[in-house]
């Protein structure tokens, strides 16, 4: 794998001898990665950032003070989220971004949060629901099947915009479609959540937070935001992995992993932040999730499939290999969220809707 | 520009013509014809630089799908892989290049304090004048700038955070309606591109910059006065200076990276307001504009 920006986080050190043009390719790789504001981290923790030519340093400076805004921004918000349903749920966890973010984790300072992502206990979904659209945060999709689709097969409710000042809100109450019957118990999940001491929220236990993390890649069917999502994975490892509060984290993934039948994401996370980035990853383990694995033709297809999709999704990286990758992907992703018996009305339907609405692209500006 | 010139641009154009353009180095790839025509009739082709150079935005000008380029013909603008916007009727190529660069610099551009507005210059001090479209700000940035005046920009005030000083970003003078014949009518030597009717903003027409502002794109200004123009039809001119407190909420609303930079960009308005005198100006009668600008000008040599 000869992509500039995975290089570069794999051996920070290379940009040293960068040229001009591999500096534009840096940016331009990690803007389209969403890492712009991870790689100048990594470049000020090197002490690189003078090796960089104006240029990029004045690219990567406004690309790291939109993300240090958008933070600023959920912090904000996530006040008004308690503020909103802390009466209703008194268990309100954090997942992904907005967890790392209140954890104070090494890397959320550089990782733009996009959406906040809770989840809470399915009975209370309703009432949370309620409160949630009382304070102004209101259903984007408001066809019937939509909701029924998202309410009836998914682990989260359709996603809720606030209607004044936009944020919004995926609201879980499972971290893996319930319609593909692979869906652990949330009930275990909420019940090692941990209570965060400066903020009045929880976050999955560490084991969970890099399960979820791993499940949450691995059944995706788009991965524009790959590299970004596994290089997550890697600093999570780097977090829990060195740390000497946490000396028994991977016996407790492991496990923990066995537990929810989760040990293919699992094996993925751990195999793939390990080959692109060189984690630390005790041998173990590695070994360990790879036996869990069904047969080793299987790891070879994936190895083939994954190691062409963690690239930068850029002009400069597309190639055949990566559009074959892409393809299977793709159906497989949608292969494992549902039964075909589900899958194939609803692809059917889908596209029919399609052929008779005029799609509309919300995220396009209109000049 | 020579034929010879315009042919070359042509050309790499196929394939991405590179070219320095204020602070920003471009790359641009089209094979759109109003695009090539438009480009080579308003940008000088002294502007192209080396390949090797640090390109700030890749952008591509390209139909969407080969159906629309036949059927109901439409056209996108693609930076760096990514199509922000929502397609445009195709004979809107070249507006489409300006409009799309333009958001790239809003967007992109924090190192600066950014404004929407014309920046003027005379004997080092210029004039920033934001204002809403329809108050007669790109008529007023013309006439100006074929009028002794240095044109800066005529959409962007690009404010340096350490100095406040303005850097030059010379564009085409996107002129709309009923001001593209006042211009060509005042200044026969306007060079003007074609006029594509029908757009979001009705009639446009891009006005060629002098060559000389092109070629001074590396000397700054330093921020003087603010002047927030209203065209008002047979209105007899009036000016009025106004409180820096309201100066300073007026800078602030026409800012494209206010909340962007948060306390600092709070700061960096507070400096601005400092070191400017503001004015209101209603104006129908562009001699008499001119005559308050020149006026405007000669008092701050006097001192």
Known sequence: MDVLLTQFLRYPAIAQ??????????????????????????????????????????????????????????????????KAI???????????????????????????????????????????????????????????????????????IPPLKHINRGSVLDVHHNILPVIAGKAPDARKL?????????HPFCVLSPADIVLHS?????????????????????????????????????????????????????????????????????????????????????????????????????????????????????????????????????????SMKGFTEKKAKDNKIEV | MTSNDSDSIRKQMQSGYVFKNGPFNLSLKTNESNVLESFTRLYPASQSISESEFIDFHITIQCPSVLRRFYRPQIQFVLDGISPFKPLPRHESFPLFEWG???CVATHAHQYFMLHAAVLEKNGLAVIMPAPPGSGKSTLCAEMAFSGWRLLSDEFALINHDTLTLTPFVRPISLKNASIDIVTQRHSDAVVGSIVHNTSKGSVAHLRPLDKWFSRQDETAIPKW???????????????????AHGMMNIISNSFNYAELGSL????????????DFYDLTYSNLDEAMDFFNTLSASAEGK
């Open chain 1, 190 to 198: 909420i019940n090692q959540s941990i209570r965060l001491s400066n």
């Open chain 1, 86 to 156: 802390g009466r209703v749920e008194q268990n309100i966890i954090l997942l992904k971004g907005a967890a790392y973010l209140l954890l104070d984790l090494p890397f959320a300072k550089s990782r733009r949060v996009a959406d906040i992502d809770l989840l809470v206990s399915k009975s209370n979904l309703r009432e949370v629901e309620k409160e949630l659209m009382f304070y102004g945060w209101i259903k984007t999709k408001t066809d019937n099947y939509d909701d029924m689709y998202y309410r009836e097969w998914m682990h989260e």
């Open chain 1, 214 to 350: 791993a499940c949450h890649l691995f059944h995706e069917g788009e991965f524009e935001k790959g590299v970004r999502d596994l290089y997550d994975l890697h600093q999570l490892f780097n977090y829990y992995g060195n740390n000497e509060e946490q000396v028994s984290f991977w016996d407790e993934l492991l496990d923990r992993a066995i537990d929810l039948k989760l040990t293919q994401p699992l094996f993925f996370a751990v195999r793939y932040s390990h080959l692109l980035f060189g984690t630390r990853i005790p041998q173990d383990i590695l070994q360990k999730t790879q036996s869990l694995m069904a047969n080793k033709v299987q790891v070879l297809i994936y190895d083939f499939l994954f190691t062409r999709i963690f690239v930068p999704h850029h002009p400069s990286t597309k190639n055949i290999g990566f559009s074959i990758a892409r393809f299977f992907l793709y159906w497989r992703s949608h292969l494992i969220k549902m039964p075909l018996r589900i899958l194939i009305p609803h692809l059917i339907k889908k």
């Open chain 2, 226 to 244: 603010v002047i927030f123009p209203r065209y008002q039809p047979a209105a007899k001119i009036a000016t009025s200076k106004l409180t820096k």
């Open chain 1, 17 to 82: 001898n960068f040229s001009i043009k591999e500096w534009e390719l840096l940016y331009r790789q990690s803007k389209s990665a969403q890492l712009t504001a991870a790689v100048w981290d990594l470049l000020q923790q090197f002490g690189l950032t003078d090796k960089a030519p104006p240029k990029a340093v004045n690219h990567f400076y406004s690309q790291t003070l939109l993300v240090q805004r958008q933070n600023a921004f959920i912090r904000f918000e996530l006040e008004k989220v308690y």
């Open chain 2, 101 to 103: 660069l333009n958001w």
């Open chain 2, 265 to 276: 960009g709070f700061k960096l308005a507070e400096r601005l307001t400092e070191i400017c």
